[in-house]
């Protein structure tokens, strides 16, 4: 059973800290999302990346954020400093861009438990 | 740019009752639509897109949706509530020449015994 998987499930940082969460995409999907979820704001597109380059990262703030894949298998989401605002939950999903409708069914993992003080 | 609202943030049936959840959108052009269902301290859990074809898509867990054009709406239904469909749901909108997905608030489904 194919699952993405992310990095740490939780993490509790003091403000100005650097903070780095992981994802692994499911093996063969070539397009990887991550997704910030905040009771206010709800889940909110951050980055997105189809064959490791990055196609859109227009809903994340550039001067802290940052997103790469280094391959295939491993996406990060790192935060450079951390300010309390950023806490939330941080979703990664990953998918396979379907050739004939060129969309992507998005499978999510279980998330990171951001939690900035 | 798209756009999908849901217009109940919190839907109570009664189990056994046939259950709808509500999800309206709006695209400059064709539209890719989702539900995605989220349980408790868990990722969201994909149950079914409409593409093209036929309007009525059926998708995991005994869920349905049926896509309407000319109301821009494409609401969950499932027949039978069960409790374990207790969740929140969410509604995704892509528009086709578009690479980002937009999702909806979010509905909390309640079913109760």
């Known amino acids: 059973d194919a699952r993405v998987t992310q990095t740490p499930r939780h993490k509790v940082t003091e403000m100005g800290q650097e903070v780095t969460m992981r994802c692994q995409p499911i093996?063969?999907?070539?397009?990887v999302f991550w997704y910030r979820q905040t009771m206010m704001q709800g889940l909110e597109l951050l980055a997105y990346f189809r064959n490791r380059a990055p196609l859109d990262d227009s809903g994340m703030p550039k001067d802290r954020f940052s997103a790469e894949m280094p391959d295939a298998t491993l996406a990060t989401l790192k935060i450079q400093p951390s300010e309390p605002r950023d806490s939330a939950v941080y979703f990664c999903?990953?998918?396979?861009?379907?050739?004939?409708?060129?969309?992507?069914?998005?499978?999510f993992g279980p998330g990171t438990r951001l939690t900035v003080l | 740019a798209q756009s999908v609202a849901q217009p109940e943030d919190q839907v109570n049936v009664a189990e056994g009752n046939p259950l709808t959840v509500k999800c309206t959108y709006s695209?400059?052009?064709?539209?890719?639509l989702f539900w995605y269902v989220q349980y408790p301290n868990r990722g969201l859990q994909f149950l079914l897109k409409y593409i093209t074809g036929d309007n009525l898509v059926k998708g995991s867990y005994g869920f349905e949706a049926e896509f309407n054009k000319s109301q821009t709406s494409f609401h969950l239904k499932k027949p039978s509530a069960l409790v374990s469909d207790s969740a929140l749901y969410f509604c995704?909108?892509?528009?086709?020449?578009?690479?980002?997905?937009?999702f909806g608030a979010g509905t909390r489904l309640t079913v109760k015994p």
């Open positions: 695209v400059s052009g064709n539209p890719y």
């Open positions: 093996l063969g999907h070539n397009t």
């Open positions: 999903a990953s998918g396979r861009r379907d050739r004939d409708w060129g969309t992507d069914t998005q499978y």
């Open positions: 995704a909108v892509r528009d086709r020449g578009n690479n980002d997905m937009r």
